[in-house]
Every structure is written in structure tokens, then in C-alpha cells.
């Protein structure tokens, strides 16, 4: 076994370049970190190898990849980690700012990679699965192969808190139409990262819930929208694919949001809950403050539902269809 090092380290998940995790996995090193940076391909992140942070291959959804890693990491370490940063996930969604948040629909959505959008009723159940395998069952899997060396880091210096970060995504408290399996899924990442708070807490761990808001990453493409010629929600279509194209103006970046979100992560202030992101603040006070469907005009206009003749439409596919 290797000796224990000196700096505090961390595991992040999903780090390839041009989203969260790269950006975030440069920031924890500037701040003196040990930073071990995964992605299901080592050529995703070659600029972090060249900026001199230690790149491993994982894929969440494979036990076999995640034990690898566990036993890789434990050697280079001496078998400890003092944070381990839960960040990868499919189809994750950052929204675009709109000119005012409670008057105008979001516009669109960004991300590196294509998202999969599908009305609940009708999405492919292979393709939900997927996304709950990367989402949900694998960030499981992760804290359950990695907390041992949380702990370990723990007993060997009694006066360090390790910690676990989850990234859930606004979209837990935010009902955002077409994305119902997105959303579904980060809402299981807050209930369950709610609870691992408690139960670690005896272990001398904290549990952090990142709810991230608005993100400027690569454009996704409408490519991932997937409603069937005869959907009953056609004719909502295209302002889905409207509300998809629409180009990011005023979102902040994964480097400005890296440096909002690693001093919350290493300060001395043990907070339970980030919301950082472009729209962060605004969701975290109107679901605290508000009724539960207070968002419901602001996200059902950009894909036709404030529009009486659409809503008629797709109400009597539904009769011709079904009754």
C-alpha cells in the first residue's frame, strides 16, 4: 500500500472537457487538491492529463469499472479520500436565462451531450433506464464502494470532515415538461442524498446536495427530442424543438460556476445544500416560499401549452386515439 498523501484528495465523476466536472476538477487543483478526474475515456479529458491531474477511466454503470478505479485509487492513496464528488450523469440539463424568469418560459436547455426528451407516456423504456442506471444506480454504487475510504481518511486524521458531494440538478423541485425521466431522476439523487446526510453523519461524513442551476455548456441538439409522428403531443413538437435551439446569452460558464461552488465544498462553513447556477437562487426561494405549482406558467408556455388552440388539439387527438 501506498503512503498517505499529503494533500487532501478528491474523486470526481464526469469529467469530460467542456462540461462541470472538467472545469471543477481544474479548480479543486488550483486550490491544492489531489484530484483523481474520470470519464468513460481518458481522450475526454486530456487537457486536465496535460494540466498535470490524474485522469482514470470509470464508467458508474459497470460494478466492474467502479471496483478497478476503487482499487487503483486506494493504492495511490494508502487507502484514503477525503471528498468524493458524485458529478456524472446523463442527459443533464442547463437551462439558457430568460429575460425575466417569472415572465418568460425558459428558452432552452444546454449541455455537452444530446438529451433525450420524450412525453413520459411515450418515452423509449430502454433509454429511461439508461439514464437512471448512470443517474441514480450508479452514484449508489459509487458512495457504496467509496465511503470505506471516507472513512479511512477519517480515522487517520480525526479532525478532517470528508465529504460527499451529489449533483442533483434544479429540475428535482422544477416540473419541466418533456423531461419527465431527467427529472425524475435528479429528484431521486436529492431524497436519497437527503438521507445518506443523516446516516453518515455518525460516521463523522458530511453529505452535500448541489441543486445546479443554469449552465452555459456545448449547444445540445434537438436531435434528442423524440415524439412519434403519431404522438398525442405532435403538435408540441416544434416548440419543444424551439425551446431546445435557442442559444445561451447570459448563463454562466462551468469555470465561473467551479469557482462559486469549491469554496462552498472546502470551507470552513459545513453547509448541506448548494445552489449555484444561473436561476439557482430563484428556484431554491419560490419552492421555499411559493405553492408547489408556482412554476407551472413559466415552463408550460415555450412548449404550447398557454395556447388554448394547441391544448384543444392535442386534447382531441387523445378522444380520436383512445376514447
Not at 457504496?144 to 451529489?166: D, E, G, H, Y
Not at 431524497?191 to 446526510?197: K, N, W
Not at 424543438?241 to 462551468?254: F, G
Request: hydrophobic share 40%.
Amino acid at each position: 500500500m501506498s503512503p498517505p498523501t499529503k494533500n487532501r484528495s478528491i474523486l470526481i465523476t464526469g469529467c469530460s472537457q467542456g462540461g462541470a466536472g472538467n472545469a471543477l476538477a481544474l479548480e479543486f487543483a488550483a486550490q491544492g487538491l489531489r484530484v483523481f478526474a474520470t470519464a468513460r475515456s481518458l481522450e475526454s479529458m486530456s487537457n486536465l492529463s496535460q494540466s498535470g491531474i490524474e485522469t482514470l477511466v470509470l464508467d458508474v454503470t459497470v460494478p466492474e469499472s467502479i471496483l478497478a478505479l476503487k482499487d487503483d485509487i486506494t493504492k495511490r492513496t494508502g487507502g484514503t479520500l477525503d471528498i468524493l464528488y458524485n458529478n456524472a450523469g446523463s442527459s443533464k440539463f442547463s437551462y439558457y436565462k430568460p429575460e425575466s424568469f417569472l415572465r418568460s418560459a425558459f428558452r432552452g436547455l444546454l449541455n455537452s451531450d444530446p438529451v433525450y426528451e420524450a412525453p413520459a407516456i411515450e418515452a423509449d423504456p430502454t433509454k429511461v433506464k439508461k439514464m437512471f442506471d448512470t443517474n441514480v444506480f450508479g452514484l449508489f454504487d459509487i458512495v457504496t464502494a467509496f465511503t470505506p475510504l471516507l472513512i479511512a481518511a477519517k480515522a487517520r486524521n480525526p479532525n478532517s470532515k470528508p465529504t460527499i458531494v451529489n449533483v442533483a440538478s434544479i429540475l428535482a423541485r422544477l416540473p419541466f415538461p418533456f423531461a419527465s425521466a431527467y427529472n425524475a431522476t435528479k429528484a431521486a439523487v436529492s431524497a436519497y442524498s437527503d438521507t445518506l446526510r443523516l446516516e453518515m453523519d455518525p460516521l463523522g461524513i458530511r453529505v452535500v446536495t448541489f441543486f445546479m442551476g443554469e449552465v452555459s455548456t456545448k449547444l445540445r441538439s434537438a436531435d434528442g427530442i423524440n415524439f412519434r409522428p403519431d404522438s398525442l403531443y405532435a403538435d408540441a413538437e416544434v416548440k419543444v424543438k424551439e425551446r431546445t435551439e435557442q442559444s445561451a446569452k447570459a448563463s454562466i460558464t462551468p469555470a465561473a460556476l467551479a469557482k462559486q461552488v469549491v469554496p462552498d465544498v472546502l470551507g470552513t462553513k459545513e453547509v448541506s445544500y448548494i445552489w449555484k447556477g444561473t436561476n439557482a437562487f430563484i428556484v431554491w426561494l419560490l419552492n421555499a416560499i411559493g405553492p408547489r405549482k408556482v412554476f407551472d406558467s413559466t415552463v408550460m408556455g415555450p412548449v404550447g401549452f398557454s395556447d388554448k388552440n394547441q391544448v384543444k388539439r392535442i386534447f382531441e387527438r387523445g378522444q380520436r386515439m383512445f376514447a
